[in-house]
């Protein structure tokens, strides 16, 4: 049986896992072991990271994979980076499964910006009260920003080492409702939301209750992503990957 590795840490991951365990494969998600109590997939489970392109050039090796499928967060650009050498290093198919990004509506109030230091420094010169939403990794480049005050929404608290900005945390895990970040905005009287521009349906209803209210969000665009083949979905990911074992 033809052996996958699947680099997760998405739902998106999470799902092709689960709809794989029903063709003949044999799947391993890996994830990076950053949140201590993760959703884990369905199947063989690998934690923690490789060692870099050499570390996973040689995981592929030695556990004979067969194909990779990268279907990390959009903003997890060196995994995906890693992934594309090692591909080549190995010679195996790799499949780059990354959601469509959000586009931008009528009514919606957008700064877009390509990193989140910009994202910071953008929300010194209009925000008092804002909604951040971009993960505990990169809350310290918003620790120095001591004019403004901070709703910060993670899977988990970061340790106790980490600076962050003035606020309070709200732990939660996606998906959310329409209804729950409006009740978000209301409550804090929000008035600016950093988001990062990471697609799909999980996290897109702050951006409409954004749009609802005439809050600005401040848009962290995506890194580049490796040339290579890539899909949209969970299900053209499950097609392609059938496709290739039909062809080996
Ligand atoms: P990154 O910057 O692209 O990767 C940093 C290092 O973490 C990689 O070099 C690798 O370590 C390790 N790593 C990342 N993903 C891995 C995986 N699936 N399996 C094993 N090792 C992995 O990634 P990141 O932005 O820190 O994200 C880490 C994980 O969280 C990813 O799996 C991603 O899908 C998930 N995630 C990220 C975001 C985000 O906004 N960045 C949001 C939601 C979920 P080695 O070099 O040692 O192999």
Request: glycine share 8%; aromatic share 6%.
């Given at each position: 049986?033809?052996?996958?590795?699947?680099?997760?840490?998405?739902?998106?991951?999470?799902?092709?896992?689960?709809?794989?365990?029903?063709?003949?494969?044999?799947?391993?998600?890996?994830?990076a072991g950053?949140?201590?109590n993760?959703?884990?997939?369905?199947?063989?489970?690998?934690i923690?990271?490789f060692g870099?392109?050499?570390g996973?050039?040689?995981?592929?090796?030695?556990?004979?994979?067969?194909?990779?499928?990268?279907?990390?967060?959009p903003?997890?650009a060196?995994?995906?980076?890693?992934?594309?050498?090692?591909?080549?290093?190995?010679?195996?198919p790799?499949l780059?499964?990354?959601?469509?990004?959000?586009?931008?509506?009528?009514?919606?109030?957008?700064?877009?910006?390509?990193?989140v230091e910009s994202?910071?420094?953008?929300?010194?010169?209009?925000?008092?009260?804002?909604?951040?939403?971009?993960?505990?990794?990169q809350?310290p480049a918003?620790?120095?920003?001591?004019?403004?005050?901070?709703?910060?929404?993670?899977?988990?608290?970061?340790?106790?080492?980490?600076?962050?900005?003035?606020?309070?945390?709200?732990?939660?895990?996606?998906?959310?409702?329409?209804?729950?970040?409006?009740?978000i905005l209301?409550?804090?009287?929000?008035?600016?939301?950093?988001?990062k521009?990471?697609?799909?349906?999980?996290?897109?209803?702050k951006?409409?209750?954004?749009?609802?209210?005439?809050?600005?969000?401040?848009?962290?665009?995506?890194?580049?992503?490796?040339?290579?083949?890539?899909?949209?979905?969970v299900?053209?990911?499950?097609?392609?990957?059938?496709?290739k074992?039909?062809n080996?």
């Amino acid at each position: 049986m033809k052996r996958v590795l699947i680099l997760g840490g998405t739902g998106d991951a999470t799902q092709l896992a689960a709809k794989a365990a029903t063709i003949p494969v044999e799947i391993i998600s890996s994830l990076a072991g950053r949140t201590t109590n993760p959703i884990s997939p369905t199947g063989n489970v690998r934690i923690g990271g490789f060692g870099g392109e050499t570390g996973l050039t040689n995981y592929i090796k030695e556990m004979n994979i067969d194909i990779l499928i990268d279907a990390t967060h959009p903003f997890a650009a060196q995994i995906s980076f890693n992934a594309a050498i090692a591909a080549t290093n190995t010679n195996i198919p790799r499949l780059m499964l990354i959601r469509p990004t959000w586009e931008k509506q009528p009514g919606d109030i957008w700064i877009e910006v390509d990193s989140v230091e910009s994202a910071a420094a953008t929300l010194h010169n209009h925000a008092k009260k804002v909604f951040l939403t971009v993960g505990k990794q990169q809350l310290p480049a918003f620790a120095k920003l001591s004019d403004i005050w901070f709703i910060m929404r993670l899977i988990e608290l970061p340790l106790p080492s980490t600076a962050v900005p003035q606020g309070i945390f709200l732990c939660d895990r996606g998906p959310f409702s329409l209804d729950n970040e409006r009740e978000i905005l209301q409550k804090y009287n929000i008035d600016t939301i950093v988001s990062k521009n990471s697609g799909g349906d999980a996290t897109i209803a702050k951006i409409i209750a954004a749009r609802e209210f005439g809050i600005p969000v401040v848009m962290v665009n995506r890194p580049p992503t490796p040339p290579g083949e890539r899909v949209s979905n969970v299900d053209e990911a499950l097609i392609w990957l059938m496709k290739k074992l039909d062809n080996n």
